[in-house]
């Protein structure tokens, strides 16, 4: 059987999930409650006598149909709540309901209030639909807005040390079981407001600017290939973040912090009920977000501003419509930043502030994003029982660098303390528009075991343009941009009024892409469980990069994985799944060497995942191997003509294979932890390069290891330790290395109040220097890690009891 008929049987499987039910001899159906403003969706509803599971929908309901008369006992478990039994008599032929209240956790007696929740049981980014993670024949993790706090984070990159086999590399980049990841998900849609570009010739998701994580709740990691839901991905997994939403209670807090290197910022944000005179329905929420701080790097700096706005309407238990909209504005000054030149050891060459952006180089980024959403749950009429949801995600995104390019240190000294330089005008925009809707209902079959159905399409369109200009340095014939002095740089004395510019040359593409997927979650019994999903897509784009540009292909994937219980707390998975990423529309054209086919890749992955002490800690473990083909990377020659930047070369193959394992969860009432360690062995197995076969791939450490901790020695006051160790990464393409590292962090918490609180972090408390990735390059070395920082947070909430 070819690998495109397995897919389409996979996909056929899932539609006949649906057919063939038995007749139903009785119903136990209800609805599960809790305080929290939202539905609890995705709770786990076993029934102990035959070992059926099901999960709540968006509005919180359940049911198990075609049921014998007898006595039954509910086991409600999952979310962050208290565990409950219910026992329940069926008769013939009779329909029984039971409602569910549940408590959180963090209220009970089993962790002490200030901790609140870290430990999150269910995640929809594997499967589209809640699901226990427990459940899922993958690795996933999930991430909390408390451990955000926790940590006093601010940007993506601060988060990758608390996951397994993710490292930082270049910019919003990250290196992913091996390989590098630029994409990255809001609310499971397409739209990222700090770098979404469809025609970049690092393909989508390209971003100078890191992803800021002042309006996110939570963050949810999927490990390993996800195309068979989400399309055009990146072998190694993708991040999906969750952004705040109103709440059904009146709630706010201002947030104010002093740092270090004059780092100010204060944040605000108000939620609940309005019009509660007209209506009990409307929910609202106002937030906004400011910070300024200056950078270790010389010039260098950030002013980031953020307001966000969301409006949610019940219109009754079935039916929820919400909007959400947000303004970002960031400059950067003194950006873009590239690396500080290593030795063949990958030892800094000078100090790690050095940088060759005058004081005029600057980023401005501005984005605006409109979200519209809505949920129903269709019990009456038909279709009967189904859920359905739909999400429009509209973004506009402005970019404008202006900086100083590093291209060599000069030769004509006998030192070689002088680094040439050229400068560079780039602006970017784009205009992103992303649907996708979802249709899921829950079926008890004869047959066959509890069905989770679902059925999906996504749409994804961009209108992208690139504009760039530049001036080459005085060392080549015409050039006037002058070298600056790597030991004892002096800035101010040149910017881009002294400069002679290209005439500016300008590039677009209109992108499109349209996905249907299909996926069945099989619980057989109270031992096995099946997922099988998968997608078809039709990606069309067009373009002008000097000549105009056309391509369309279609791309089908899929994914198989079964869970073995041999208990409820212990789960053995097992899991195939393949992706693909088309490639970038700018080199598609024959003189970028195009075109290109989609990078395709291809994982095996086996585990093991266990909830302890009373399901309040969770430890998971996987092996994976991946295969990736059609690698395509930059073309050093620039193309046939020798002047094209966005030619490639598809160079060939490469793997990874490794072991993740996690813990997360409380070791006592008082006492969190969430500890990880991945071994990543990565290998090029084909290139046209001779010499690189065998190496590493750019970025990818063996070892990497993350441990956070927080323990509450009294119920108001705290102490965490945070650890971060990453071994020796190299950049084979640009013949550079850079030293492993170990750094570590302290922190300390103290309630002031029921209302207030304060919160002192140092980073790196050794101020070691450090290496965080190297550039593709060897001109523009490796990014320093920062030094020791200290930051002081004050927290109000008046609306607290």
């Known amino acids: ?61 359940f049911s198990f149909n075609n049921l014998t008369a007898g006595k039954y006992t509910l086991s409600i478990t999952g979310g962050g709540f208290v565990p409950q039994a219910h026992d329940v008599e069926l008769a013939m032929g009779q329909t029984v309901t039971q409602d569910i209240r549940l408590e959180k956790i963090s209220a009970s007696v089993d962790v002490v209030a200030s901790l609140k929740e870290y430990h999150l049981e269910e995640s929809g980014v594997a499967t589209r639909v809640n699901a226990r993670l427990i459940d899922v024949p993958m690795s996933v993790q999930v991430f909390p807005n408390q ?70 709740q939570r963050v949810e990691v999927l490990k390993g290939p996800a195309s ?22 009146l709630d706010g807090e201002m947030q104010v912090r002093f740092g270090s290197f004059a780092q100010k910022m204060v944040n605000g944000e108000l939620t609940g009920p309005i019009l509660t005179k007209l209506t009990d329905k409307l929910l609202a929420r106002g937030a906004f977000y400011f910070e300024d701080r200056h950078s270790f790097r010389n010039n260098a700096g950030s002013t980031n501003s953020h307001g966000v706005g969301n409006l949610l309407y019940k219109a009754n238990d079935n039916h929820r419509f919400s909007v959400e909209a947000e303004f970002i504005n960031q400059r950067l000054p003194g950006n873009r930043l590239r690396g500080v030149p290593v030795d063949a050891n990958g030892n800094f060459l000078t100090s790690i502030k050095w940088s060759t952006n005058e004081p005029t180089d600057f980023i401005k980024l501005v984005a605006r994003v409109l979200q519209l959403r809505g949920e129903h749950n269709l019990f009456k009429g038909w279709p009967k029982g189904w859920n359905a949801d739909y999400t429009f995600r509209y973004l506009e995104y402005e970019n404008n660098d202006k900086y100083h390019e590093a291209r060599g240190l000069n030769a004509a000294t006998a030192t070689g303390r002088t680094m040439r330089r050229e400068f560079r005008n780039f602006f970017r925009w784009n205009d992103d528009w992303s649907l996708n809707a979802n249709v899921s209902k829950v079926t008890n079959s004869s047959d066959f075991g509890t069905h989770t159905l679902l059925f999906g399409v996504e749409h994804v369109a961009q209108n992208h343009a690139f504009r760039q200009a530049r001036a080459r340095e005085r060392e ?49 019994n109270r031992f096995v469980q099946f997922l099988l999903s998968g997608r078809v897509d039709r990606y069309d784009d067009k373009g002008f990069a000097v000549v105009p540009l056309k391509y369309n292909d279609t791309a089908l994937s899929g994914r198989a994985g079964v869970v073995v219980k041999p208990i409820e707390q212990v789960s053995f998975y097992a899991s195939v799944a393949n992706s693909f990423i088309r490639a970038p ?3 598609q054209a024959p003189q970028a060497n195009g075109p290109f086919n989609p990078e395709t890749g291809r994982q095996v992955e086996v585990g093991v995942k266990t909830e302890l002490i009373n399901r309040r800690l969770f430890v998971s473990g996987a092996f994976f191997n991946i295969n990736k083909e059609n ?36 070791l006592t009432r008082r006492w969190y932890t969430a500890f990880n360690y991945a071994f990543v062995d990565t290998k090029i197995l084909r290139d046209n390069v001779a010499s690189l076969v065998g ?36 950049e084979p393409f640009a013949g550079i290395r850079a030293n492993g590292y170990t750094i570590a962090d302290v922190s300390f918490y103290q309630e002031l109040t029921s209302r207030a609180r304060l919160q002192l972090q140092i980073t790196n408390i050794t101020d070691k220097q450090y290496a965080t990735s190297s550039l593709f390059a060897a001109r523009v070395g490796n990014f320093p890690g920062p030094p020791r920082a200290v930051m002081l947070t004050f927290a109000w909430t008046p609306f607290r009891k």
Not at 232 to 247: A, C, D, R
Not at 487 to 503: D, S
């Open 1 to 61: 059987m070819t690998r495109t008929n397995l897919w389409l049987l996979l996909f056929f499987l899932c539609l006949g999930g649906a057919l063939g039910y038995g007749q139903t001899t009785g119903i136990i159906a209800g609805r599960v409650f809790s305080t929290e403003p939202s539905p609890p969706s995705g709770i786990s509803i076993k029934l102990e006598e035959n070992g059926q599971t099901t999960a709540t929908d968006a509005t919180g309901r």
């Open 147 to 216: 451990l955000i706090e926790d940590r006093a984070l601010l940007e993506g990159h601060e988060l990758f040390r608390n996951v397994s086999g993710m490292n930082q590399n270049v910019y919003s980049a990250m290196t992913f079981r091996g390989f590098t990841q630029r994409e990255i998900l809001y609310n499971g849609m397409r739209g990222n407001p700090f770098g979404s570009l469809e025609g970049d010739v690092n393909n989508a998701g390209f971003s100078t600017s890191q992803i800021r994580l002042t309006n996110i």
């Open 228 to 249: 068979s839901l989400y399309g055009s991905t990146e072998v190694g997994g993708l991040i999906n973040y969750v952004t705040k939403k109103p709440k059904e209670v």
């Open 476 to 524: 080549v014939a015409g050039g006037t941009v002058p070298a600056l002095d790597i030991f004892n740089p002096v800035y101010g004395l040149t910017n881009e009024r002294n400069y002679t510019l290209n005439a500016f040359a300008t590039s677009t593409a209109n992108t499109h892409r349209t996905g249907f997927y299909a996926q069945d979650q099989i619980v057989v």
């Open 585 to 587: 529309i700018f080199s």
């Open 631 to 666: 690698i395509l990377r930059p073309d050093p020659l620039l193309g046939p003509s020798g002047n094209n930047a966005n030619a490639l070369l598809s160079v060939g193959e490469a793997r990874s294979r490794g072991f993740e394992f996690n813990v997360e969860g409380f």
């Open 695 to 730: 190496r590493p791939l750019a970025n990818a450490p063996r070892h990497t290891t993350g441990w956070f901790t927080r323990y509450n020695f009294l119920e108001s006051t705290g102490i965490g330790f945070g650890l971060e160790s990453v071994s020796e990464r190299v």
